[in-house]
């Protein structure tokens, strides 16, 4: 019946969970997988080393080290006990770690003094040779210096590059007697220095003179301070240029005690400057001088005609000389 009928409700089940344990932290294994990277790092390293062959560790140093420097303490051998490590590879008593198949019977590869030594002398060489071709592309190509070009010498010698310019008989470099310079002598420095300016090399300025001597002799005003004299105002003229003054290190007078023709020593060609561009030779003779190079106290007439960069000869009363 309808009014006996009752309503149907649902049924609702409330199921209650017991409580577990928390859940677990993972910063340990972040900590964990650290440690194990580092430590296949540092196996990584460990089989590197003991695999790579003594020459491959020589070579790895002296890329980090200067040559010279391994060559004067002697290098590493391949039996040397201060090795990295020892053992690895197939035989676990080696003293220098694993070798690889057919370097055992290969020649060691060693460094001696003379071989560097003669490798930067022939590096050096071929530098001195690629300026020696610029400056004579620079006197080739400038329109001003191309009619002077007879003038300009070039040459290698035992301390370097030398770059003579010398007389002509219509076309002297000074006047008679005098060191103020031609004007077409300050375009030939000019374009000379500006080139040697950009080069690391130490510089030498030398002046030379005919053997015609001044009417008071080699008492007074001669030829040796005339030479000086001439090399400084080449010296200034380079400094005008653009040199820098630290490049030169030396400016002598020679006079007539080294022509450049020893058969005529009246020949015009015999006044001329020379420019040295130093090698290392050179240089190291010049700044540590051995006991055989020093000149002794007074050695003759040559010290007297000799003017130090910067230094001009005294002035005095200069008679007529032909040159």
């Known amino acids: 019946m309808a009014g006996d009928t009752k309503k149907l409700q649902p049924i609702i089940v409330k199921r209650i969970k017991k409580g577990g344990h928390a859940a677990h932290g993972g910063a340990w294994k972040i900590a964990y997988a650290d440690f ?19 020459g491959d560790k020589k070579g790895i140093a002296d890329y980090f080290n200067a040559p010279l420097k391994i060559a004067m303490m002697g290098g590493s051998g391949a039996g040397d006990s201060s090795s990295i490590i020892t053992g690895g590879g197939r035989d676990l008593s080696a003293r220098t770690g694993a070798v690889r ?10 460094y001696n003094l003379s071989d560097l030594r003669a490798a930067q002398q022939a590096a050096e060489a071929k530098s001195l040779e690629h300026l020696k071709q610029r400056v004579q592309e ?29 007389d002509e008989l219509n076309r002297p470099m000074f006047d008679s007697g005098s060191a103020v310079l031609k004007p077409y002598m300050r375009q030939i420095l000019g374009a000379i220095g500006a080139i040697l300016a950009e080069v690391p090399n130490k510089l030498t300025i030398e002046g030379h003179t005919d053997a015609a001597a001044f009417g008071a002799g080699e008492r007074g005003y001669s030829n040796w301070e005339l ?20 490049k030169i290190v030396r ?9 450049f023709d020893r058969n005529d020593p009246l020949n015009p060609v015999n006044r001329r400057i020379s ?19 020093e000149p002794a106290a007074g050695s003759g007439p040559a010290s007297a005609g000799t003017a130090p960069t910067g230094a001009e000869s005294p002035p005095s009363s200069r008679p007529p000389a032909s040159r």
């Open 227 to 246: 030479s000086a004299d001439r090399a400084n105002a080449s010296r200034r003229e380079l400094m005008a240029a653009g040199l820098p003054p630290d």
């Open 275 to 293: 420019i040295i561009v130093m090698n290392r030779d050179a240089e190291d003779r010049f700044f540590k001088p051995t006991a055989g190079d």
């Open 251 to 259: 400016v002598q007078g020679l006079a007539a005690s080294n022509p």
């Open 138 to 166: 620079v006197i080739n190509s400038t329109p001003e210096l191309t009619g002077y070009r007879n003038q300009i010498r070039l040459d290698m010698t035992r301390e370097g590059l030398r770059i003579q310019i010398v």
């Open 101 to 110: 198949n057919g370097d055992i019977d290969a020649p060691k590869k060693t």
């Open 36 to 54: 194990v990277t580092a430590m296949m790092a540092f196996f990584l390293l460990m089989w590197l080393l003991g695999s790579t062959t003594e």
